[in-house]
């Protein structure tokens, strides 16, 4: 089992900073993938930003402005996210692959006005 705790949400304004954190435990051990997806209310949660066997993938529209990184000593992945807009608003989730399971956190809310 794998458990995932996110933190570094809150209320931003337009144009500012945040950074996410999520903190593996557990049987980190194999994970193969690492990232974030967000859910804002009624849309389906999308994928935000993955690194997945060494390879990083963005959505396009974060593209320039998040930086997702990890700290395989802390077990700790991170999403920096600049310039933020209010179309970010979101709920975003941690998520983790291993041995073709997926694992998910609770969630942090991110909160981003014009």
């Known amino acids: 089992q794998v458990r995932l705790v996110e933190s570094g949400g809150g209320l931003v304004q337009a144009g500012g900073s945040l950074r996410l954190s999520c903190a593996a435990s557990?049987?980190?051990?194999?994970?193969?993938?690492i990232g974030w997806y967000r859910q804002a209310p009624g849309k389906q949660r999308e994928r935000v930003a993955v690194?997945?066997?060494?390879?990083?993938n963005y959505e396009d529209s974060v593209k320039g402005r998040f930086t997702i990184s990890r700290d395989n000593a802390k077990n700790t992945a991170y999403l920096q996210m600049n310039s933020l807009k209010p179309e970010d608003t979101a709920v975003y989730y941690c998520?983790?692959?291993?041995?073709?399971?997926?694992?998910w956190g609770q969630g942090t809310q991110v909160t981003v006005s014009s």
């Open positions: 998520y983790a692959r291993k041995i073709g399971f997926s694992y």
């Open positions: 690194i997945d066997t060494g390879n990083t």
């Open positions: 557990g049987s980190t051990f194999g994970i193969s993938a």
